[in-house]
């Protein structure tokens, strides 16, 4: 798979496969699995599971998948379980899963919860009467899926829900997505949940990737040692960027097998 990297890639692999000790922090939908309509139907591709599972297995390498998705839907559409290795962040890292520790939740307070739900029901109620949009119930928030929605739809959908939440929760954070609009009573990144995981296992290098808007925070944060990789196209902080899954994967793998051959 390396004939298929670009120089920026191969170079990418020499610098880190040479790191002590190295994160690589992975976004979910639309990186290691196609989106979905059904945004629960999300699987890791064969090959992108196979990349995942050789970085495991190499030295000194620690994997976690970093996501919008609340940490119990990540779980599920990674089928992930407890014998896992593999770190979580979830809700753009303010849930945690590690092995030999579970869940770590940075809190909610009862009030946000109250006031969540209240604008979830709000939201519902709003956009009932227009096909194809959907509002996902999430652990600090909630998501307004347009993907199945017409144009028309989901502009309107977005005004209706702009407006309740500009109205009733100010002080909301706005995310946009691949045909997701979400809104959420937390303030992290997936810029601060790339910190946190480098802090956690001492990482001295992260490998970054992710092919989405909010994948930018962290793409952007990222420092001098370490590697961005922007999957598909759009405007991107990265500094590598691939065409698709099965392009990470062969690099993801190409990574690997340099780590076995530096550090094994």
Do not use: C, Q, Y
Not at 139 to 159: D, K, Q, Y
């Amino acid at each position: 798979m390396t004939e298929a990297l670009t120089d920026e890639g191969h170079e990418a692999i020499g610098r880190l496969a040479a790191s002590d000790r190295l994160l690589v922090a992975l976004d979910f939908d639309g990186t290691l699995s196609p989106l979905e309509d059904e945004p629960m139907d999300a699987r890791m591709l064969p090959a992108a599971r196979e990349a995942v599972t050789a970085l495991i297995e190499a030295p000194e390498t620690i994997v976690a998948f970093v996501s919008g998705r609340s940490l119990v839907d990540l779980r599920v559409i990674a089928e992930h379980d407890d014998e896992s290795k593999v770190l979580l962040a979830g809700s753009h890292g303010a849930e945690f899963w590690s092995p030999g520790e579970g869940v770590v939740s940075h809190g909610e307070d009862e009030a946000d919860v109250t006031l969540r739900d209240t604008l979830r029901t709000h939201a519902e109620d709003a956009t009932a009467h227009l096909d194809g949009v959907w509002i996902e119930p999430k652990t600090f928030g909630f998501g307004v899926h347009t993907r199945r929605a017409s144009p028309e739809a989901a502009a309107e959908a977005n005004r209706l829900v702009d407006a309740i939440v500009a109205s009733e929760a100010p002080h909301w954070r706005r995310r946009t997505g691949h045909n997701i609009v979400e809104f959420a009573f937390r303030h992290e990144g997936k810029d601060s949940a790339i910190a946190e995981l480098r802090e956690r296992v001492g990482a001295t290098a992260v490998l970054f990737a992710g092919d989405d808007v909010t994948d930018e925070d962290a793409l952007a944060s990222l420092s001098s040692g370490d590697v961005g990789v922007r999957v598909g196209g759009g405007a991107t902080a990265a500094t590598v960027r691939v065409a698709d899954i099965a392009a990470l994967a062969g690099l993801l793998l190409a990574l690997a097998a340099a780590r076995m051959r530096e550090r094994g």
